[in-house]
């Protein structure tokens, strides 16, 4: 399964829920694959994406929130899950899809092929599931309905042979329609 | 800044609609964040750009926050100013600590403390140094600036050295 494949799966599922997507192809592949206004595509700022929707979760504890991040994105804000393991949103899902590189600079190495994201989650109070094929990805997602967060999915995936475009939407209107979707 | 002034700030800011106060902690406004922790209405962040996440998840919610950090904090986030607050236009108000203000201050704030304002300026961040006459005024430019949509930057001085 690669990266969009498994966005595809996953918004399939999720109605219209909010999504908080990382920089890089993350954003380019759900602009693809399921343009809505509740995303708020993240261009720049590496790893802000789980803080951005962690003050979404806060306050609107109605709704689910869910982060599209990457391994590399995460990494480079791992205080984020201490603080979120902290406050306990329940609505905060975060999917980290896991290719062990930084595919949109050329694919250099990350450290998650040695170091474990579930781990580190699971030791900072999130649930923790981590799934490899695209069935056990949906099935996964259907129970979250059940379940209390904040929830941590990691989606082990392949690299892209093809690459999605640019994100065709200006920041300013990427952020006018998303807080308007929002009805707290 | 003495304490009085620094809890009015707090006080006045929750009482004129600002609702959550996200940042990491500097001694030059201890009060004022110490009279948020009182009303548990304080998130600390592990740093600063990840208080800017935060802060940008509430004001998409359409929920106006402060974010409040040491100049040290506020150099870790200009990355984070251009490419999320400018690019997106996300109306923050930020306070930020003046280490460096006085010229005795500790030798590591120095360095920051003198470009601090510099970078304001080239970043075009509106900013006001807040004072004990002033700080009332203040307030209400930066309120102002976070209901017209733009996010705009208060100074609060060091003013001791311990």
């Not at chain 1, 997507?21 to 802000?48: H, P, Q, T």
């Not at chain 1, 391994?71 to 393991?85: E, P, R």
């Not at chain 2, 430019?141 to 976070?146: E, L, V």
Request: with cysteine; glycine share 8%; net charge positive.
């Amino acid at each position: 399964m690669n990266r969009k494949e498994a966005i595809q799966a996953i918004v399939g599922e999720i109605g219209t829920d909010p999504i908080v997507s990382a920089n890089g192809y993350i954003s380019r592949d759900l602009y693809e694959v399921s343009d809505r206004k509740e995303n708020f595509y993240m261009i720049g700022s590496m790893g802000l994406a789980s803080s951005i929707a962690l003050g979404v979760a806060i306050k609107n504890p109605k709704i689910k929130v869910y982060v599209f991040d990457g391994d590399g994105n995460i990494l480079m804000n791992l205080g984020s899950l201490a603080t979120i393991g902290n406050l306990k949103p329940k609505n905060l899902i975060h999917i980290v899809f896991d290719n062990h590189v930084h595919e949109s600079t050329g694919g250099q190495p990350t450290n998650t092929k040695k170091i474990h994201l579930e781990k580190i989650s699971k030791s900072v109070n999130f649930t923790v599931t981590k799934i490899s094929t695209k069935q056990r990805l949906v099935q996964t997602i259907k129970k979250f309905n059940k379940m209390s967060g904040p929830i941590m999915l990691v989606v082990q995936i392949q690299k892209s042979k093809k690459i999605s475009s640019r994100v065709g939407i200006k920041p300013d209107i990427i952020h006018q329609r998303f807080k308007e979707s929002i009805n707290n | 800044m003495d304490e009085r002034i620094q809890r009015s700030l707090y006080n006045y800011f929750k009482k004129n609609g600002i609702k959550n106060f996200v940042g990491v902690p500097d001694s030059t406004m201890k009060f004022f964040i110490e009279q948020g922790l009182s009303e548990k209405n304080v998130i600390i962040a592990t740093r600063e750009e990840e208080a800017i996440g935060i802060g940008t998840g509430f004001i998409l919610s359409k929920s106006p926050t402060l974010v409040f950090m040491q100049n040290a904090g506020f150099g870790n986030s200009i990355s984070t100013i251009t490419s999320l607050v400018q690019l997106y236009n996300i109306p923050l108000i930020f306070l930020i600590g003046w280490r460096g203000y006085l010229k005795n201050d500790a030798p590591e704030h120095l360095g920051f403390g003198k470009i601090q304002n510099e970078l304001l300026e080239l970043l075009s961040l509106q900013y006001k140094v807040i004072t004990k006459l002033n700080w009332k005024k203040s307030c209400e430019w930066a309120i102002k600036n976070t209901k017209k949509g733009n996010p705009c930057v208060l100074i609060i001085r060091r003013e001791h050295d311990e």
